[in-house]
T-cell receptor, first 116, second 115 residues
Framework: AQKVTQAQTEISVVEKEDVTLDCVYETRDTTYYLFWYKQPPSGELVFLIRRNSFDEQNEISGRYSWNFQKSTSSFNFTITASQVVDSAVYFCALSGTQGGSEKLVFGKGTKLTVNP | GAGVSQSPSNKVTEKGKDVELRCDPISGHTALYWYRQSLGQGLEFLIYFQGNSAPDKSGLPSDRFSAERTGGSVSTLTIQRTQQEDSAVYLC?????????????FGPGTRLTVT
């Protein structure tokens, strides 16, 4: 069975602080994909990143960066110099390639509050 | 271009009534998904369509739930004899094609309240 754990339920930081959101996953698939989504207060889920299990290179996009480590089954997300607009619930998700289904299995989410 | 759209945005219904929720995926997206988001259960997968067929219905919580997709486009999720535990936000997502998985783009959701 596939499982995603986001141990941090809520995080509160002050603007300009760096913050890391943790994500640990479990899967028996040898090929799988990991995702991060952002859900701002408006409610609509916004796609941030997709990585496959064969690509462990870290990725940076502006103030966002992702650290994928297969050895620890983790796919952590760091926001550098956080801003108030980063306040949202962030979801980590996993999708396998076995069984013909491409459903996303989501973690419970981490609510990030960035205070001015 | 236009994103995923869902209607209605809000639906209040009495326990025992049937409801239909509609999803219009992004044009050209062949894969379509329904999820449910509730406080207690988080984001749960319901059903996945590849074209008009549903190879994975494993997330439908009971036989009161059904879904169909026509013309490889619009999908309807039907809940019969609604119960209070069906209250949730129902999210639809689409992705460019099957065989990925590729990133899924989500609609704004339908907030269902069963009184």
């Amino acid at each position: 069975a596939q499982k995603v754990t986001q141990a941090q339920t809520e995080i509160s930081v002050v603007e300009k602080e760096d913050v890391t959101l943790d994500c640990v996953y479990e899967t028996r698939d040898t090929t799988y994909y990991l995702f991060w989504y952002k859900q701002p207060p408006s409610g609509e889920l916004v796609f941030l990143i997709r990585r496959n299990s064969f690509d462990e290179q870290n990725e940076i996009s502006g103030r966002y960066s992702w650290n994928f480590q297969k050895s620890t089954s983790s796919f952590n997300f760091t926001i550098t110099a956080s801003q108030v607009v980063d306040s949202a619930v962030y979801f980590c998700a996993l999708s396998g390639t076995q069984g013909g289904s491409e459903k996303l299995v989501f973690g419970k989410g981490t609510k990030l509050t960035v205070n001015p | 271009g236009a994103g995923v759209s869902q209607s209605p945005s809000n639906k209040v219904t009495e326990k025992g009534k049937d409801v239909e929720l509609r999803c219009d995926p992004i044009s050209g997206h062949t894969a379509l998904y329904w999820y449910r988001q509730s406080l207690g259960q988080g984001l749960e997968f319901l059903i996945y369509f590849q074209g008009n067929s549903a190879p994975d219905k494993s997330g439908l919580p009971s036989d009161r739930f059904s879904a169909e997709r026509t013309g490889g486009s619009v999908s309807t999720l039907t809940i019969q004899r609604t119960q209070q535990e069906d209250s949730a936000v129902y999210l639809c997502a689409s992705s460019v094609l099957a065989g990925g998985p590729y990133e899924q783009y989500f609609g704004p959701g339908t907030r269902l309240t069963v009184t």
